[in-house]
């Protein structure tokens, strides 16, 4: 019998009679069980316990009993709901059939007729159910199932009442960004985003579900991660349904599309429209197509089908007038006159450097912006870098004006090659302008377009093309950076559009700064291949022109963040990181990488005075940077001010809000608050981010065993073990979490590797004692006599390691030891107030 099933099996007692598990995943795990009081079959499902954090047990039994009152032919409903053992449950009648994602990969063809009849059984459930005010927020095929020729939904108002159950908790919400519920396939981009998200979720949700059952294939297939997925969701269009199941009657292929609009506004306005649809002569004269139910009321709220909103991606220019005009010809047909002028602006500027500009009306104020990856249009994906470099120049160029925001590069890259509503990627990135264009390098001619759309309407506010000689790269930036600038210019309050361009390159080798944009390119990666390829890059720019400042900052950038990862002596690196961020500043002290570069390096070393000085210099000059409030906040938590800390990396998030290392500094900074609720929802948001992120699973796991989750901290120990086990962190967060839930043979085992590896590293680093090593001695006691020694040998300048300062609750237990606070003063740290409860039980 698994653990689990025995602790549910001893918390329900004699109700129910536990047969078998029959599976589950994500949100749950199912079993089938005798319901010995009514003798009838049922299932139990118990949510994952992430879910139970903070949860009023009596507020989500009443909420599950409120929607036990759904009862309608195509919902499943729900009998009974509490908490036992800690874990949320709650069972639903036995249903004797197959999922449809159960039908869907059996390999027998599910036949139109049959599709459109679960198709309307499922939305004339979700039509029935957003009457009654629930939500589902997890339509997906295992949420589905096939009997007796008909489809029930399940797990309807689950999600309500987890919600209402959650709020009860102080500062407690399922609504918050990364604790959303829903599965990232089927996650409107609202849902995926974090937004507050109403009905229209679920429509979106049955839309992918539709596609998928229609042509067989997921709309986004090919995406594994929940991070692809989330992006996808956000930013993505699929391929039109007719195009990938030519079978499919047209206006059911255009009623799943309009499902999948980005914009909820532009989606059917609610279920009722779906049941109406496929009850439509079209469809049900499909042989065995879904039959009429009775009279029912009139659908309300029923709005003309229409396109979503076009973004402007230039790709091909068209070859003669001629086919321009019959293009906005068909467009204005389509799409309306009073919204084909940004098409107009869009395709018609002349293809010469002197175009001339074209505006809207006055624009409002635009004082944030996202500058999104300019698109290479030359065929030769060597040239991506080039066009990559591009983008990144501008809004370097754009961030060093005080007085406008640039989105962070990871959220304006997640938009990379994809065509979504302006007003989608404003609300995403929280920004009022987007910034976009294309590149192309063909031999010695370069052509670059450009625009300025408005977020809050997606007009476009200016465009622009230039051409010239590639070797004029330097001039064509000053050129269309000015352009921008200008544009923007009513708010930026009297800023010249001289400030942005005049930015000083360090440079006037055409070829040495084509070398410093590809190890920009590869910077950006980061994995140690591209590290390692950035470093050669940078060197050869230094190599052509010894001078160039910005080559050296560069360098300097990818020493510091090498030993985070790749098994390097940090020592080494972060002398080579000193050097070349000194010699950096020594030609161009305005240059903040070289700042960040040394912040970093000096908190490698100990020195987080200096380390403050530099990131505080880096802020001044580049304030809307997010890596800079993002390296200072980690330094802010060295110094134990950790209110000031976690205001940084929050400030770093929202400037980079797609940006999985960043939102993973924000978990640290509330696991280091003792805000451990916090922390977990945050790594959660990070996982879902980037599910890559091993960080994340550390600081969940760590965070999970403070709240007395131990079952949940070595899911997560061990989930980051299996990404990389030779992490700093890894290992120690695994052996806490392994005797918090009292496995001390497991602990022991994961001890003694631990030992083994600090004994393999012990001639070359001395008697330090290493993140991984603390967490061994903490989790299997310290006596005080051991105290003051450790504390010695405490390697506190070991940048390699996790979460390793003075104010993580793993020190807690040292603090009453007056050596402690002597170290922590000696090296400049502060030690932080509060005391974390010690979650582990000593061993018997």
């Not at 709220?301 to 973004?311: H, K, Y």
């Not at 060597?382 to 120049?393: A, I, L, V």
């Not at 093309?465 to 708010?491: G, K, N």
């Not at 590293?761 to 290493?770: C, L, V």
Request: a neutral charge; aromatic letters at 6%.
């Amino acid at each position: 019998m698994t653990q689990l099933r025995a602790r549910l099996t001893s918390a329900l007692g004699s109700h129910y009679t536990i047969e078998r598990e029959l599976g589950g995943g994500g949100m749950s795990r199912i079993f089938r069980a005798r319901d010995e009081t009514l003798g009838r079959d049922v299932v139990i499902k118990v949510l994952a316990p992430e879910l139970a954090e903070g949860l009023s047990a009596e507020r989500f039994e009443r909420e599950a009993r409120l929607a036990a009152r759904l009862q309608h032919p195509h919902v499943v409903p729900v009998i009974a709901a509490g908490i036992a053992g800690g874990l949320p449950y709650y069972t639903m009648p036995f249903i004797d059939g197959e999922s449809l994602r159960a039908r869907l990969t059996s390999g027998v063809p599910l036949g139109l007729p049959v599709a459109v009849k679960v198709l309307a059984d499922v939305a004339r459930a979700l039509d029935y159910a957003h009457r009654q005010g629930v939500v589902h927020r997890d339509i997906k095929p295992e949420n589905v199932l096939l009997s007796d020729g008909i489809a029930v939904v399940t797990d309807f108002g689950i999600a309500k009442a987890l919600r209402a159950a959650k709020t009860q908790a102080p500062g407690g919400t399922l609504t918050q960004i990364g604790t959303s519920l829903g599965t990232p396939a089927y996650m409107a981009p609202e849902q995926a985003a974090g937004d507050v998200v109403d009905a229209r979720v679920d429509l979106y949700a049955w839309g992918v579900m539709a596609y998928e059952v229609l042509a067989g294939a997921h709309p986004f297939a090919g995406k594994t991660t929940a991070q692809q997925l989330i992006a996808a969701q956000i930013a993505e269009r699929p391929a039109p349904l007719a195009s990938r199941a030519p079978g499919v009657p047209a206006p059911l292929a255009e009623l799943v599309m309009r499902c999948l609009e980005k914009e909820p506004a532009a989606r059917v306005s609610d279920a009722s429209m779906l049941v109406v649809a496929l009850e439509s002569p079209q469809l049900r004269d499909v042989p065995g197509a879904a039959p009429r139910d009775a009279p029912r009321d009139a659908p309300h709220g029923a709005q003309t089908s229409r396109p979503a909103p076009l973004r402007w991606m230039q790709r091909h220019r068209a070859s003669t007038a001629a086919s321009i005009v019959g293009v906005i010809a068909a467009a204005g047909m389509l799409l309306g006159w009073h919204r084909l002028a940004p098409l107009l602006y869009r395709h018609g500027a002349p293809p010469a450097a002197t175009a001339a500009r074209t505006s809207a009306s006055a624009p409002a104020a635009i004082t944030t912006v996202a500058v999104l990856p300019f698109v290479n249009t030359g065929g030769n994906a060597q040239d991506e870098y080039f066009s990559d470099g591009m983008t990144d120049e501008l809004a370097h160029a754009l961030s060093r004006l005080p007085s406008l925001r640039v989105a962070g590069r990871t959220s304006s890259y997640a938009f990379k090659g994809k065509e979504v509503p302006a007003q989608q990627i404003g609300r995403t990135l929280n920004v009022g302008g987007i910034v976009e264009g294309t590149v192309r390098r063909a031999g010695d001619r370069l052509r670059i377009t450009a625009q300025l759309t408005s977020a809050a309407d997606g007009l476009v506010v200016w465009s622009d093309t230039y051409e010239s000689r590639a070797t004029d790269v330097f001039q064509v930036q000053d050129q269309f950076t000015r352009e921008i600038v200008s544009a923007l210019e009513p708010a930026l309050r009297g800023r010249t559009a001289a400030t942005a361009a005049d930015v000083s390159r360090g440079t006037t080798d055409p070829a040495a700064y084509d070398l410093y944009m590809k190890g920009r390119y590869f910077w950006a990666k980061r994995t140690p291949t591209g590290l390692t390829r950035a470093i050669g890059y940078f060197k050869q720019a230094i190599a052509r022109d010894p001078g160039f400042a910005r080559a050296h900052a560069g360098l300097a950038m990818a020493y510091v963040v090498l030993p985070y990862y790749m098994a390097l002596n940090a020592d080494s690196v972060l002398a080579l990181a000193d050097s070349s961020a000194t010699r950096a500043l020594a030609l161009d002290s305005t240059l903040a990488d070289a700042h960040l570069a040394l912040c970093t390096q000096n908190m490698g070393e100990g020195h987080f005075a200096e380390a403050e000085r530099q990131c505080r210099a880096a802020l001044a000059i580049v304030p809307n940077d997010p890596t800079a409030p993002q390296w200072h906040s980690e330094n802010l938590a060295w110094l134990g001010q950790l209110p000031e800390a976690v205001a940084e990396a929050k400030r770093a998030s929202a400037l980079d809000p797609l940006s999985g290392v960043i939102s993973g500094g924000v978990a640290e900074m509330l696991y280091l608050s003792r805000d451990f609720p916090s922390a977990i929802v945050a790594a959660h948001h990070t996982i879902a981010l980037d599910s890559s992120f091993t960080p994340a699973y550390t600081t969940l796991s760590l965070a999970q065993l403070f709240v007395g989750r131990a079952d949940s901290a070595v899911l997560a120990a061990e989930a980051a073990f299996r990404r990389d086990s030779t992490m700093p962190g890894v290992r120690g967060a695994l052996v806490l979490a392994y005797a918090g839930a009292g496995r001390w043979s497991d602990a022991e085992r994961v001890r003694a590797v631990i030992q083994r590896d600090r004994e393999r590293r012990a001639p070359r680093e001395g008697h330090a004692i290493s993140f991984d090593q603390l967490a061994a001695l903490t989790a299997f006691g310290i006596s005080a006599n051991d105290r003051a020694a450790m504390i010695r040998r405490i390697d506190w300048a070991d940048m390699r390691t996790i979460t390793f300062s003075a104010c993580d609750p793993l020190f807690d237990q040292l603090k009453t030891d007056p050596a402690f606070a002597v170290a922590a003063r000696k090296l400049g740290m502060g030690v932080c107030a509060g005391t974390a409860p010690w979650p582990i039980r000593p061993r018997i």
